[in-house]
């Protein structure tokens, strides 16, 4: 436990905000935490929040949540990994990835229920991307189209998104410019079936109003 406090200490947490992410001590618990925080409605404009900054404003959305889960990972002996989605026509999605045995999961944060956790059950990063194709959608429009290797944030200096006061643009540039691999042929992509009026329904449910109209469907997706 010394030695995580020291790690926390050598990211630039405070103690409080150490001993906090330390009493997440599974995956399960980490998605709880990151799941409870408000959603980022970006009311005042696109936000990249490093860890520090939504622990001090207890909101995320994607992205911003992932950052907490894989700091929260990474002192538990984890190793802090990000995997990135591209879609067509629609916003990139970011998740917290982790392996138990040989299979690997996801802590993931969203506005709706359809993005979120993934039971470490997936032989293959390959495996646990395409468990989104399905529901990751623009309206009545699938758009998952690629996943990136796993980006290791050990390789990232903690000041650009750990303790960084300013948004973590650089980043998550960084995690866009990855290497992707393509989940669907174009000609998959053209026959994937439209959701129908009931699944539209449901995709309009969120967790979190925003107190104001969002600027864009896409900011509603969150």
Request: proline share 5%.
């Amino acid at each position: 436990m010394t030695t995580r406090f020291a790690l926390g200490q050598q990211l630039g947490l405070t103690r409080t905000q150490t001993d906090l992410l330390l009493r997440l001590r599974t995956p399960e618990r980490i998605q709880d935490f990151v799941t409870s925080l408000e959603i980022n409605h970006e009311l005042d404009g696109d936000s990249c929040l490093s860890v520090v900054g939504v622990l001090e404003h207890r909101h995320a959305h994607c992205i911003e949540g992932a950052f907490v889960a894989a700091c929260a990972l990474w002192l538990q002996g984890e190793p802090p990994l990000l995997m990135d989605f591209h879609a067509e026509g629609d916003d990139d999605h970011v998740v917290t990835l982790f392996k138990r045995g040989d299979c690997w999961g996801a802590i993931s944060k969203s506005n709706h229920v359809w993005l979120r956790w993934r039971d470490p059950v997936y032989r293959s990063l390959r495996e646990l991307a395409i468990s989104y194709l399905h529901e990751y959608v623009n309206d009545e429009k699938k758009t998952l189209r690629a996943y990136s290797r796993p980006f290791d944030l050990r390789r990232v200096a903690p000041e650009r998104w750990v303790t960084s006061p300013k948004p973590c643009w650089d980043v998550a540039q960084e995690l866009d410019e990855i290497r992707h691999y393509r989940l669907i042929s174009k000609a998959q992509a053209r026959r994937l079936k439209d959701r129908d009026e009931f699944e539209l329904q449901l995709g309009r449910q969120v967790e979190f109003v925003s107190p104001k109209p969002l600027k864009s469907r896409a900011a509603a997706r969150s």
